[in-house]
């Protein structure tokens, strides 16, 4: 299971710190991401991070804002957004994968939590 909290209404230039807890059989050895899905549009990919930490890969428009990062001694995940615009509202998704972190593909999906930034 992936169990992501932390979203909510923040204003925007706010920072808004996102978790997800995972169960040990997703989480072990697996590569963590995040995707989000604004209204009306198609779910985009946005953080990945592999299981030892040291690689990590975001999406042009998150770059230098937002930080993926992991606990692997608690099976968390967690993705830092700082600096956050009305661009960024949406349905974020922990999603994992047996994949390098760099392969966009995700097999584990869990709920999301809705983000929404006021302009």
């Known amino acids: 299971q992936l169990q992501a909290s932390g979203g909510g209404l923040v204003q925007a230039g706010d920072s808004l710190k996102l978790s997800c807890a995972a169960s040990?059989?997703?989480?072990?050895?697996?590569?963590m991401g995040w995707f989000r899905q604004a209204p009306g549009e198609e779910r985009e990919f946005v953080a990945g991070i592999n299981w030892i930490g040291t690689g990590t890969m975001y999406i042009d428009t998150v770059e230098g804002r937002f930080t993926i990062s992991r606990d692997n001694a608690k099976n968390m995940v967690y993705l830092q957004m700082n600096s956050l615009n009305a661009e960024d509202t949406a349905v974020y998704y922990c999603?994992?994968?047996?994949?390098?972190?760099?392969?966009?593909?995700?097999?584990?999906w869990g709920q999301g939590t809705l983000v929404t930034v006021s302009s």
């Open positions: 040990e059989s997703i989480f072990v050895k697996k590569t």
């Open positions: 999603t994992a994968s047996s994949r390098p972190y760099y392969d966009p593909r995700y097999d584990y």
